[in-house]
């Protein structure tokens, strides 16, 4: 009787560790809460949220083109054929068990597409996340922006406005879950409107949508489009609610030596280019040349930087508070290109209750939009790039005015109108007409009037 009371119990104690051991691995398993896709002009971002890290892996399979991923220990609780896949090169997404503990989950591709995986670490807005981007031929061949330097004249003044963050990086979150990406966008679009409706200038943003570019690609689009101003686009935030105000940024010194070191180390391997617009590579400079270069470039580039964002700062004082009334320098990566001047606007502090009120509105967005605006053309008027058409509009009153401007000529023996008209840089039918001559016959000690140049 004793043996069969002591077998029983061992059975309930094995059952009971078993049910134990099974139910913290049930529990121990990651579930895929939720999914999204952002598409940029590169990539298709599938990004599955997850309750916890996991390891996963990623194979492409052909014909038909799909891609299998297989997520260790995890089970799935959202619907994933609710995603829209509209505009995506996937047809359609399927999900089901693997090997009892595992998930597969299949993305079924309209075409050929090259994938990345990685994971994300949980921030203040989402959990972990395992993210995949699929670089498709049609993302690939869609037409680039020539780096080739801008010849002509009266040429536009490119502004290149980059607002900050975006798709899976929010940034700073402010009250009721406003978002930096979001605020940054809506007014780097009324930026561009404006700078696009002024003559002579012509704006591109680095980003036109919710989707995240990464910092060096910023500036990598700023050249591209051989850009003589990048404007970068954020709100601040700070662990205390009570600040507050705007302020400008250019890069700082050290950043700058920084910045001339990774391109020198560099230079072996790839084409950089530097001067903006005169597209000069140092490829071909050895070390010296090149430092000289690099030198030259981002002293004058920071130069630049610290005008406009001085020009910057005085208008955005008309419409907001400011935080520094100097323009501050930092290292910030997005400011660090040698050749092209740069600067960071912080609008104002996302995490004031009162500054964020005013960041989400239509009306304050313009309002700060109208004062970047203000600042940058400003700058551009004083100190105008050459080849622009601010430029060329510069030069030509004076030109004009010269050019209106006479002085006398006595005719000595031997001249002919023609001869006067030569050695005066003038054609003999404007010298006719601004003599009110009829015929090209002159005499000594006659006085005619000849520009003065």
Known sequence: MQNNVKNILQLVLSFLLLSSIAFEGYASQAKVINARIWESPEYTRLVLELSQPVKHQIMMLPKPDRLVLDIGNASKVVNLAGIDLSGSPIKSVRSAGRNKTDLRIVLD?????QPKSFLLKANEQYGDRLVIDLYTHAK????KVSSQPVKAQKRDIIVVIDPGHG???PGAIGPNKIKEKNIVLAIAKKLKQKVNATKGFKAYLT???????GLRK???????YNTDLLVSIHADAFKKPQAYGASVFALSNRGASSEAARWLAKKENSADLIGGVGSVSL?????????????LSSTASLKASLNIGGQVLKSMGNVARLHKRTVQQ????????PDIPSILVETGFISNPSESKRLKTNKYQGKVADAIHSGIVRHFKKTPPPGSLLAWQSIKPNKTKRQNRTIKYVVRKGDTLSHIAMRNEVTLKELRKLNRLNSDNVWVGQRLSVPAT
């Open 283 to 295: 490829e071909d400079k050895d070390d010296v040349l090149a430092g000289v270069l690099l030198d």
């Open 109 to 113: 591709l309209k075409e050929k597409a």
């Open 207 to 213: 980003r036109e949508r919710d989707y995240y570019v």
């Open 140 to 143: 690939k061949t869609k037409p």
């Open 218 to 224: 910023r500036t990598k689009i700023a050249r591209k």
């Open 167 to 169: 798709g899976e990086d």
């Open 330 to 337: 930092a290292g910030f990566v997005v400011l660090k290109s």
